[in-house]
């Protein structure tokens, strides 16, 4: 089984000129005929001071419902890995804030830590994204700051099953037969069920144009993306791997993505990390309680590596499309 569990971390903090803290604030999308409603978070600059609240069980570290400070920024779109939520890469999300972008994230619905009803089923791999798409459309149209966005100028962050949803987005079409060959693995019993038993979606998800660049961190799947199947992913790409990997991620996902893109991507093997190191550094007391997902092997430092991890983040993300 997958784990799944409330992460209780704190914030590793970055700041930028004249500008003190992330902006937070919430959002609720409603629902609609392509899917259910959406809860999740938008990270803003700001130059109000920071605060310190308490969400889910964990500490952030922003500046609740600050004016967003700027005009024309760029907006990133997050995706958390499968049974994650919102609030697992805060770190980075704020990290991208301080640099000038505006970051947004929610809930998929059916997998995330409160709702694992359909972590397992075929049909998550095709609605998480048209999940995106849709707080795309909501960033874009319906924020009440819309007009201080950059349409022109908008990028992706995913981490595992969120890294898979980003390489969808970017015009990737999974081999959805070819996860049978991960089934004796373990860790998508339900979906292999449903492949065995042959219901295989008639249409995949299309590509989204409006995305220009995308960090994709320990992607899940990866062994079924095929040449042919990446054929159509055109967009710059940061591809981060944990060296041992975990959680039904293996080091070989990440390789086949390396090897069968078009275009080469800024690719980064994390020495001695594993699949979680990616999720933001947990708190002591976390670490206690969620050794799975809070504990690295041996003598890597989380935090230490998130600093270098956002900072590279940022950079490849303003190089691609802060320059444009």
């Known amino acids: 089984m997958r784990l799944f569990a409330m992460l209780i ?28 409603a959406l809860t999740g978070a938008i990270w803003s600059p700001c130059t109000e001071p920071l605060q310190e609240m308490r969400l889910r069980l964990a500490t952030i570290v922003a500046t609740r419902n600050c004016p ?21 890469h ?45 707080l795309t459309d909501f960033m ?6 819309a007009g201080r966005l950059d349409r022109r100028r908008i ?7 969120g ?13 959805i037969l070819g996860i049978a060959a991960v089934c004796s693995e373990g860790f998508v019993d339900g979906i292999c069920t449903e492949i065995g038993r042959g219901r295989i979606p008639a249409q995949q998800p299309a590509a989204d144009p409006r995305f220009g660049a995308a960090v ?16 159509d992913v055109k967009m710059s790409i940061q591809l981060w791997a944990s060296e041992r990997g975990g959680d039904g991620v293996l080091p070989e996902d990440n390789e086949a993505i390396f090897e069968n893109l078009p275009t080469q991507p800024d690719y980064r093997v994390v020495p001695n990390s594993g699949h979680f190191a990616f999720i933001v550094p947990c708190s002591a007391e976390a670490a206690k309680v969620l050794p799975e997902i809070c504990g690295d092997a041996g003598t890597f430092d989380r935090a230490a590596f998130h600093e270098e991890f956002n900072a590279a983040v940022v950079a490849f993300l303003r190089k691609h499309l802060v320059g444009k």
């Open 9 to 36: 971390a704190v914030v590793v903090w970055f700041a930028a000129p004249k500008v003190e803290a992330a902006g937070l604030r919430f959002i609720d999308i409603p629902a609609d005929a392509h899917g259910p």
């Open 68 to 88: 967003v400070a700027g005009n024309r920024l760029p907006l990133i779109v997050m995706s958390h890995g499968s049974g994650g939520w919102f609030g697992a």
């Open 90 to 134: 805060r770190d980075t999300a704020a990290a991208l804030a301080d640099a000038g972008f505006v970051v947004a994230a929610i809930d998929h619905p059916g997998d995330n830590v409160a709702d694992r009803s359909r972590v397992d089923t075929l049909s998550i791999l095709s609605d998480r994204p048209t999940d995106i798409r849709r």
């Open 140 to 145: 874009l149209d319906v924020w009440s700051e």
């Open 155 to 161: 990028g992706f962050f995913g981490f595992s099953r």
């Open 163 to 175: 890294a898979y949803t980003g390489l969808v987005i970017a015009g990737g079409r999974l081999d």
């Open 216 to 231: 994709l961190a320990d992607l899940e799947f990866g062994r079924t993306f095929t040449l042919e199947g990446l054929a």
